[in-house]
């Protein structure tokens, strides 16, 4: 683990004018994924950032109707809050469904978001090819050991998946990233918030190195009931997804279904959503035809490796089920 200097910001704006004037810096709230890449050697700033003393650790509700959510919010403050768990009760299964009760009492909204893949040949630096970590070294889980890997969005130079449950639901819900940089504020949403590796794998996100999240807003709920977060693991607690599903539903009293939420995690670069799918199931009742159909949308352009193909499948049951569970849930069979 590197030595680094260590500074508070005392403002949003000063956090920002320190890392535009130190780019090897990093921001630190919790700290519970950079401080692991750092023991690692995988991360090695210069400068940390400590932005916990900053006033972004409310949960509000919007004039809309929607929500903000502060870049500082503790993962288990959100999941708790009663406006999160009564009104996007999606999200709120989905942090609890996150890591273990320690960490989630101190990962923040915005660490969250910006957590780094769990490949293996990310976090091991005894593993020379890793194209996220060394750009143009190669990526050995390609033809390594790749059962975690991505089925969907993947590259030549990379097949890592995304780790956060958080942001598989906040896709889901059509949430926005507000960001602050030297210019000021600008909004994000989250669909692009996320890029895929292309032939820059080790940029994650569409954030300018010195800009910082603020919060994370989401619009006005639609669906209070009818939601459900699954997430297919190798152990009950404390693993990462094989696959996840966040499905929601807005159904009317003739259980047509008025709008969804669908997007997957564990199988891709980024949370995977794609709108069609969500088209397939609206206007009709749910059935097996409308499920496989938007199934086969998620899934489009499929290329498992070579110890990950069950995934395709998974999936393909995860979504069914997740749909089925959360018309239950919304008082619709």
Known sequence: MINADYRVATSA????ALKRRHPDAAFIGGGTNLVDLMKADV?????????????LQNVVAL??????????ARNSDM?????VRSQYPLLSQALLAGASPQ??????????????TRCYYFYDTGFAECNKRT????CAAREGHNRIHAILGASPQCVATHPSDMAVALAALRATVRVLGPDGERQIALADFYRLPGDAPQRDTQLAPDELIVAIDLPPPRFARGAHYLKVRDRASYAFALVSVAAA???ADDGIVR?????????????????????????RRLDAAGIEKAGDILLAGNAPLAHNGFKVELARRSIERALLTAVAQGGRT
Do not use: C, F, Y
Not at 79 to 83: E, F
Not at 270 to 280: N, T
């Open 259 to 283: 709008d969804a939420a669908l997007a997957l995690g564990g199988v891709a670069h980024k949370p995977w959503r794609v709108p069609a799918a969500e088209q397939a199931l609206i206007g």
């Open 103 to 116: 960490l989630r009492n101190m990962a923040t909204a915005g660490g969250n978001l910006l957590q780094r």
């Open 43 to 55: 991360a090695r700033p210069r400068l940390l950032i400590d932005v916990t003393r900053l006033p």
């Open 63 to 72: 004039r809309d109707g929607g929500l903000r959510i502060g870049a500082l």
């Open 135 to 138: 750009p143009g070294s190669g």
């Open 249 to 251: 539903l807005d159904v």
């Open 13 to 16: 704006g000063e956090a920002v």
């Open 79 to 83: 999941a708790n809050d009663p406006l």
